[in-house]
């Protein structure tokens, strides 16, 4: 299933392919229609099934587009989320696709050159004490809140030190609003670790974990 969305700013015209996308509901307060530009305005108001959330990107307002389907299309694409981001001045400025199936997950953004870690969600909500302290305790680089089975999760994201020597097994928990782990996956970065690789417990289903987003960024290594 592809949706064509056209766009038209100094006469140029900006065609692009959303491919099978969709979003979930969540609780972030959507931006208001006085703060939208024209031209994502147009979209919604064209069609109804559009979501849009409003991220800050390096001081940047940036508006994300998805589209809802219903669980049966879900299914056929394998879960993916494509988000569409676009700048205050009606400008395309990336794409992020995220989700996937089973172990093999996507998080990718076009153009490489988009930092996704600092691409943060504006929110009227707040992150949990205790995730908070979590934060703070483990020394994380930023925080992504998810969604898992009407669950919201959280996962504190590591900074991206190359110096830092190399884990065989890296445990990636996934902590509920009381700091409580609900899940984990354990990434082996040794082939002779592969067995240990995996999710805990078993029953999980990964294919229905989805990224909301990254909710907070640790400035403190700006």
Request: proline share 5%; net charge positive; with cysteine.
């Amino acid at each position: 299933m592809f949706i064509k969305l056209f766009m038209k700013k100094n006469s140029i015209h900006i065609i692009f392919l959303l491919s099978a996308t969709f979003i979930y509901s969540c609780s972030y307060a959507s931006p208001t229609v006085d703060s939208l530009p024209a031209c994502i305005l147009k979209m919604k108001q064209k069609d109804s099934l559009l979501m849009v959330n409003e991220y800050d990107y390096k001081g940047q307002q940036w508006f994300g587009i998805s589209r809802i389907l219903p669980e049966q299309e879900m299914k056929k694409v394998l879960y993916i989320h494509t988000i569409i981001l676009y700048n205050s001045g009606c400008n395309m400025v990336a794409t992020w696709r995220t989700g996937g199936n089973g172990i093999k997950r996507v998080d990718k953004i076009l153009p490489d050159s988009i930092d996704k870690t600092k691409i943060v969600k504006v929110t009227n909500e707040k992150v949990p004490g205790k995730i908070m302290e979590l934060s703070i305790k483990n020394n994380a680089a930023s925080i992504s809140e998810y969604q898992y089975l009407g669950q919201t999760l959280y996962f504190l994201n590591k900074w991206n030190d190359k110096n830092a020597p190399k884990e065989k097994i890296v445990v990636e928990p996934y902590f509920d609003k009381n700091g409580i782990e609900i899940i984990r996956f354990q990434r082996a970065n040794d082939p002779g670790f592969s067995r240990a690789q995996g999710w805990w417990p078993h029953t999980v289903q990964p294919e229905k974990l989805l990224g909301k987003g990254i909710v907070w960024y640790n400035t403190s290594k700006k």
